[in-house]
């Protein structure tokens, strides 16, 4: 087979950085299941505690599956997997912090993270609500956006990880007007998608009935929708939730807009979480990350640690880095 159809030799050459995540998490078992399994899908970097990974199977990694940078930052008189600790968020960021480095010196061309405990990094001093705030206030990214996806639904994300409470109180304007343009720019650089068709999901049920359940509808999203039509973008709504992620899987469109953090992430995890993935745009780098947490409850046993999501959003940045290599 020739080396134009040929997966192994069109990605071999990307380098990933994979971090470990929390070192008492599940994320040192999948990582290492995740690197078994891809083996010649590209070039690894893995990037945690040398001592945690081998207790997590690492020791079947051979030296040319993956490269592993040892930042020795886990006290392993008292490690054990399950664990909510400081030490253990604080080592997760450092790991973060390390993966940047090697994307900004050159070494690796894209990142993918294991889980985080956003307790356990908070407890280390880290005020952060997850990956993608941190990523972006380290590398002074002001304009990106969060999608969540699976082999049947895209979405992106008009709000990340907050209260209900204060999700109407982000629903502006400029806000929606800059979350969908932003995501038009992501399904074109990383999915190569000329003329992406993008759906709006309402706020409220039945997307308010036209005002009678809401105001958000009516008053903000409406007018942003026909303002970018008016520019020539290919964008519906708002549209029922329910109606619009339906459309959305039935390719009717490319992506839809999911108000807050549930209205995507429970359909997703439904209709194929085990190839969920986390795709961050507006970095200087692709990263993506499994749809998953850190499963504290399992992670001591890693026999039961499913890769599966991580295999996923490591194929996803491979591509993605890839089709952003084509111009």
Request: proline content about 5%; glycine content about 8%; aromatic content about 8%.
């Amino acid at each position: 087979m020739g080396s134009k159809n040929n997966p192994t030799s069109k990605y071999s050459r990307i380098r990933v950085g994979l971090t470990i995540g929390d070192p008492s998490g599940i994320g040192p078992a999948i990582a290492v299941k995740a690197i078994a399994r891809l083996k010649g899908r590209a070039r690894f970097v893995l990037i945690g505690d040398k001592r945690v990974i081998l207790k997590a199977g690492g020791a079947a990694l051979r030296p040319q599956d993956a490269d592993v940078v040892d930042l020795a930052n886990v006290n392993f008189k008292d490690f054990a997997f399950g664990k909510v600790k400081a030490e253990y968020g604080k080592a997760s960021i450092e790991y973060l912090d390390k993966a940047m480095g090697l994307v900004k010196e050159g070494s690796i061309d894209c990142i993918v993270t294991c889980p985080i405990s956003k307790e356990a990094i908070n407890l280390a001093g880290y005020r952060y609500s997850g990956h993608t705030e941190y990523f972006a206030k380290k590398t002074g990214s002001k304009e990106f956006v969060m999608l969540l996806l699976n082999n049947e639904l895209v979405f992106s994300l008009l709000t990340r990880h907050m209260p209900i409470r204060d999700v109407s109180s982000r629903i502006t304007r400029p806000e929606v007007a800059r979350n969908i343009t932003l995501t038009m720019s992501a399904l074109s650089e990383f999915f190569l998608i000329s003329r992406p068709r993008v759906v709006v999901c309402g706020l409220n049920p039945h997307a308010s009935d036209n005002g009678l359940l809401g105001k958000e509808e009516n008053a903000v999203i409406k007018p942003v929708v026909k303002y970018l039509k008016n520019k020539g973008f290919l964008v519906d709504g708002p549209v029922s939730a329910d109606v619009a992620i339906y459309l959305t899987k039935e390719k009717k469109y490319d992506c839809a807009i999911a108000m807050y953090h549930d209205q995507a992430l429970i359909p997703l995890k439904f209709d194929g979480i085990d190839t969920g993935v986390n795709l961050t745009y507006g970095l200087p780098f692709v990263r993506t990350s499994p749809l998953h947490g850190t499963a504290f409850d399992i992670a001591k046993r890693p026999g039961l640690c499913d890769p599966r999501s991580l295999i996923a959003a490591v194929r996803l940045a491979i591509k993605c880095t890839s089709n952003l290599k084509k111009d």
